[in-house]
């Protein structure tokens, strides 16, 4: 892969909003009860979440660039990292073997990265123009998304958590069946999840309704046969089965993929009274925490929280 990140022109903020901000609001939007929701207590917006460590959370204030931190259990979140003005919070993971966390900086074309032990930052990377949208980890560092462009940027973690620098950032060009050209005002690429023991990286694309496995080395994509997934966001995957969160349907899809990354079956729709445009999702066992987004909703909706489900595994 090439060792320097290429730069696109791509058009404005506005633009990559079209899809990101719907004004409409969600049938059957509900204030949540306090039994299957956690408030993320002074939250403007929100869009990433993670699992840390045994049952915490991390989330992400959209907007902001903030960070709260939560626990499933005692049902509580509380802002943990205050950021710099001007940053974003959208995908994110966290390495809890090394205390990082690892955030899409949306329209900043940025990625950063915390210590949660200090609740410091660690890095910061300038990766391409665009809308950098979600992360996944992998065994030797960090896979990020670009909605605007059919581009992946990784960023090299050893396993003890040191950190490459702005010269070691790679991008991967994505060919094949996902490098179409994207409609104005679309997202393309989106979720993102290493499997396969990280020889495969697979990619939701929102325009295009579907799944994609591309190649970590060549670049070479090409669709995962199975149903239109309408709205797809982001994404969880564990062995061959993936968690596809559908934000403006209220869904998270329980899908089941075959052998070979080929095709996918449906297995469960998972929905909830709570959901309000869930955007991503993280894993504690048999449950599932999903992040309300609310986009766009008038007035300004004065709460965001993330809803528990049950994953179906």
């Known amino acids: 892969m090439r060792k320097t990140v290429r730069r696109r022109a791509v058009g404005g903020f506005i633009a990559l909003l079209a899809l990101l901000l719907p004004t409409a609001v969600p049938a059957g939007a509900s204030t949540p009860s306090k039994d299957?929701?956690?408030?993320?207590?002074?939250?403007?917006?929100?869009?990433?979440?993670?699992?840390g460590g045994g049952t915490t959370f991390y989330a992400g204030e959209l907007l902001t660039g903030d960070i709260f931190r939560g626990d499933i259990h005692d049902g509580k979140a509380k802002r943990f990292i205050d950021v710099p003005e001007g940053r974003m919070a959208v995908g994110m993971k966290a390495d809890?073997?090394?205390?990082?966390?690892?955030?899409?900086?949306?329209?900043?074309?940025?990625?950063y990265v915390y210590n949660t032990d200090t609740r410091k930052q660690v890095k910061e990377y300038d990766l391409a123009p665009g809308f950098i949208n979600d992360v996944t980890l992998s065994?030797?560092?960090?896979?990020?998304?670009?909605?605007?462009?059919?581009?992946?940027?990784?960023v090299p973690v050893s396993r003890r958590g040191e950190l490459g620098g702005a010269a070691d950032v790679e991008t991967l060009k994505v060919g094949g069946e996902a490098?179409?050209?994207?409609?104005?005002?679309?997202?393309?690429?989106?979720?993102?999840?290493?499997?396969?023991?990280?020889?495969?990286?697979?990619?939701?694309?929102?325009?295009?309704?579907?799944?994609?496995?591309?190649?970590?080395?060549?670049?070479?994509?090409?669709?995962?046969?199975?149903?239109?997934l309408e709205f797809v966001d982001g994404i969880l995957v564990k062995d061959r089965t993936v968690w596809a969160v559908q934000n403006?349907?209220?869904?998270?899809?329980?899908?089941?993929?075959?052998?070979?990354?080929?095709?996918?079956?449906?297995?469960?729709?998972?929905?909830?009274?709570?959901?309000?445009?869930?955007?991503?999702?993280?894993?504690?066992?048999?449950?599932?925490?999903?992040?309300?987004?609310?986009?766009?909703?008038q007035p300004p909706p004065t709460q965001y929280e993330a809803v528990l489900v049950p994953a179906w595994d």
């Open 96 to 111: 809890t073997r090394n205390d990082l966390l690892f955030v899409a900086g949306g329209s900043t074309g940025k990625a």
């Open 139 to 154: 065994s030797d560092g960090a896979w990020f998304t670009n909605s605007a462009t059919p581009e992946l940027y990784f």
């Open 179 to 228: 490098g179409t050209p994207l409609q104005p005002g679309q997202f393309g690429f989106n979720g993102i999840a290493a499997a396969d023991e990280d020889d495969v990286l697979i990619v939701a694309h929102t325009q295009n309704q579907a799944l994609y496995a591309v190649d970590p080395d060549s670049g070479k994509s090409s669709r995962i046969k199975g149903p239109n």
């Open 36 to 51: 299957d929701v956690i408030v993320l207590r002074g939250a403007t917006s929100a869009e990433g979440i993670a699992a």
């Open 248 to 297: 403006m349907a209220n869904q998270v899809s329980r899908l089941k993929l075959s052998e070979n990354f080929s095709s996918f079956r449906v297995r469960d729709v998972i929905t909830s009274k709570h959901f309000n445009i869930p955007t991503t999702v993280a894993r504690f066992g048999d449950t599932l925490a999903a992040v309300n987004a609310k986009f766009g909703q």
